[in-house]
């Protein structure tokens, strides 16, 4: 491929918390940055989840760098954190091209980041993409568009949803619902679901007994442990501990409520489709990084921010990517300042 005679300085690959802290750093650096998102507005992953779904912290603890989340009493909903990110967009100036979907990206000593747009194509472009190039790339895709479904034998009729498009209670009123994983996502899932009494049978599947964080957990504690995790990583120094060893399930205000009064319990796991006696399947079974554009690459060449512990603590988190988006942001100064 021929080289571009002008390529963007830095390509981001998602508009999410996790692109948006990494621009953010590297404007503070005095790097320009193009964010490309596949979404029609602001917000990311933010504006698919349920409509219960909250923050396990309060708006004090929720931030991305350089600028506070609004008040808000309680901890904040998903509209909440859209409008936040929203108004960081703006504050910042970010330089975001969206909706458009990042179909493959190559390298041959620069970027080239083939596009998908929503347009209508024309006769020299009837396939509605084209190509963008960059020194370059930072993947900040998140995890939303792989949810993952482990496989089990055996067969069954009942309608299959991810906590990826869970909508809420409503279409499952008048149903028998299975409820399918043992972190957050299935405790709280099954925990709205079971305390509305249009929804006359819930079965939670877990491996396990239900592994509770004590009772006054919440994501400031969380945020806590995990910086103190990523500085001793930092460091060289010994991991001390997952918030696994914590629990697995923050006990929100609907999640103490419905365990409290016994609408909560547990079923071990089926072994076989065939066993589950339910009119719909909710798999709560987590996600997989989405980093198909990006296979083939040398991981070495550029850098991935967020994705949770696949990238460090907390790195999933509002308040825990910054220091991985500032991480990125150094290495990219430091190697556009050595080709100077």
Not at 80 to 98: F, G, I, N, P, Q
Not at 116 to 134: K, V, Y
Not at 264 to 270: A, E, K, N, V
Request: with cysteine; proline share 9%; charged share 20%.
């Amino acid at each position: 491929m021929s080289r571009p005679s002008n390529p963007e300085e830095v390509i981001i690959v998602g508009g999410g918390q996790a692109g948006l802290a990494t621009a953010y750093y590297l404007r503070k650096a005095g790097i320009d940055s193009l964010i490309i998102d596949d979404q029609p507005g602001p917000g990311g992953a933010w504006r698919h989840v349920w409509p219960s779904m909250t923050l396990f912290s309060t708006s004090g603890f929720s931030n991305l760098p350089g600028m506070q989340m609004p008040d808000f009493e309680g901890f904040p909903p998903a509209s909440h954190v859209v409008d936040y990110l929203t108004a960081y967009e703006t504050r910042y100036d970010l330089r975001v091209l969206r909706p458009v979907t990042v179909r493959k990206v190559t390298h041959d000593g620069m970027f080239h980041v083939e596009l998908s747009e929503p347009t209508n194509p024309g006769p020299t472009n009837p396939t509605n993409t084209r190509t963008l190039h960059a020194r370059h790339i930072v993947a900040a895709t998140g995890t939303w568009r792989s949810p993952f479904v482990p496989h089990y034998p055996g067969t069954t009729t009942a309608h299959q949803w991810h906590s990826a498009n869970y909508p809420g209670p409503e279409p499952f009123r008048g149903s028998r619902v299975a409820v399918v994983g043992s972190a957050n996502s299935g405790a709280q899932i099954a925990a709205e679901l079971s305390l509305d009494d249009a929804v006359p049978h819930v079965t939670w599947y877990t491996r396990h007994a239900p592994r509770w964080m004590p009772d006054d957990v919440d994501g400031r504690v969380l945020f806590a442990r995990n910086r103190a995790r990523a500085l001793a990583v930092t460091r060289g120094e010994a991991d001390p501990g997952a918030d696994s060893t914590l629990g697995d399930i923050v006990v929100l205000p609907n999640v103490k409520k419905a365990r409290d009064s016994g609408s909560l319990t547990w079923t071990p796991m089926f072994s076989s489709l065939g066993e589950v006696d339910a009119d719909h399947i909710i798999w709560c079974t987590g996600f997989r990084p989405a980093i198909g554009p990006f296979r083939g690459l040398d991981r070495n060449s550029f850098d991935f921010v967020g994705y949770g512990d696949w990238v460090g603590p907390g790195a999933a988190t509002i308040v825990g990517v910054g220091p991985f988006a500032k991480r990125a942001a150094a290495r990219i100064a430091r190697d556009i300042a050595q080709a100077r």
